[in-house]
């Protein structure tokens, strides 16, 4: 089994700074991919940013402004110059080979993110 616990979610004005961390647990050994994607309300989730071997990619709303990084088994995602459009449930996802040899993907339980006007 593997989990991932998201935390840093919560409300910020427009314009501000969030940090989300997303630690990996479990019978893990070696984390493939990592990345967040986010869902507001009344749309489909979307790719927010992804992370493999340190490569990076992007959503096209969040580039320039968002940054993820990842350090052995826990990534984060720094959102800079927020809008209200960003709002959203942000969701951790990990694409992960287990002891013994397994391949899964597995997602977090989500944090709010809140940019008010």
């Known amino acids: 089994q593997v989990h991932l616990v998201e935390s840093g979610g919560g409300l910020v004005q427009a314009g501000g700074s969030l940090r989300l961390s997303c630690a990996a647990s479990g019978n893990i050994f070696r984390i493939n991919t990592m990345g967040w994607y986010r869902q507001a309300p009344g749309k489909q989730r979307e790719l927010v940013a992804t992370i493999t071997s340190g490569s990076t990619n992007y959503g096209d709303s969040v580039k320039g402004r968002f940054t993820i990084s990842r350090d052995i088994n826990t990534e984060y995602l720094q959102m800079n110059s927020l809008k209200p459009e960003d709002t959203a449930v942000y969701y951790c996802?990990?694409?992960?080979?287990?002891?013994?040899?397994?391949?899964?993907?597995?997602w977090g339980q989500g944090t709010l993110v809140t940019v008010s006007s």
């Open positions: 996802n990990a694409v992960v080979t287990l002891i013994p040899l397994e391949t899964l993907e597995v």
